[in-house]
T-cell receptor, first 111, second 115 residues
């Protein structure tokens, strides 16, 4: 089967660091994505991991462990504008037929 | 190219009516996906096309739903005999598949309200 799990909600304060975890089970594996979605808007691409390890992109980093079926998104120096839903997604099988999403983690950043 | 565009942005319809949504993908992208998203949930996959061929449909896609991509460019999603449970955001995404997967880019979505 295919399943992607992530926490429903997280809270943090401005300037802090937050880690959003994601575990996945897919019939094949062809990459793990993180998207950001503000309320009422479309998801926007943040990061893509296909090999194990940490990918850093400015304040955002994403980590992947294929053997553990685990990823996390690390957000540093949090800003109020980072309040959004963060979606973990993976292609459904080796052919990458469809991007399967988790339910999203709603992050609330307070001052 | 300004990205993936969807039309209309909002649609209110009465139960039992048919509705059709349009998606224009990024021009060089050969794959086009339709998703449905309800409040507090992640996008749920409905169907996808590679060029004009519809390659996969989710079990979520009932017989009332049909999608086309006749020339391998824009796509339409039609819902017949709408029900209140069809109220959701319908998202379209496109990607450029060349034997390896890249990220999918999303349109702004069409918010459907069935009254």
């Amino acid at each position: 089967g295919q399943n992607i799990d992530q926490p429903t909600e997280m809270t943090a304060t401005e300037g802090a660091i937050v880690q959003i975890n994601c575990t996945y089970q897919t019939s094949g594996f062809n990459g793990l994505f993180w998207y950001q979605q503000h309320a009422g808007e479309a998801p926007t691409f943040l990061s893509y991991n296909v090999l194990d390890g940490l990918e850093e992109k400015g304040r955002f980093s994403s980590f992947l462990s294929r053997s553990k079926g685990y990823s996390y998104l690390l957000l540093k120096e949090l800003q109020m504008k980072d309040s959004a839903s963060y979606l973990c997604a993976a292609w459904g099988n080796q052919a990458g037929t469809a991007l399967i999403f988790g339910k999203g983690t709603t992050l609330s950043v307070s001052s | 190219d300004t990205g993936v565009s969807q039309d209309p942005r909002h649609k209110i319809t009465k139960r039992g009516q048919n509705v059709t949504f349009r998606c224009d993908p990024i021009s060089e992208h050969n794959r086009l996906y339709w998703y449905r998203q309800t409040l507090g949930q992640g996008p749920e996959f409905l169907t996808y096309f590679q060029n004009e061929a519809q390659l996969e449909k989710s079990r979520l896609l009932s017989d009332r739903f049909s999608a086309e991509r006749p020339k391998g460019s824009f796509s339409t999603l039609e819902i017949q005999r709408t029900e209140q449970g069809d109220s959701a955001m319908y998202l379209c995404a496109s990607s450029n598949y060349r034997g390896g997967n890249t990220e999918a880019f999303f349109g702004q979505g069409t918010r459907l309200t069935v009254v």
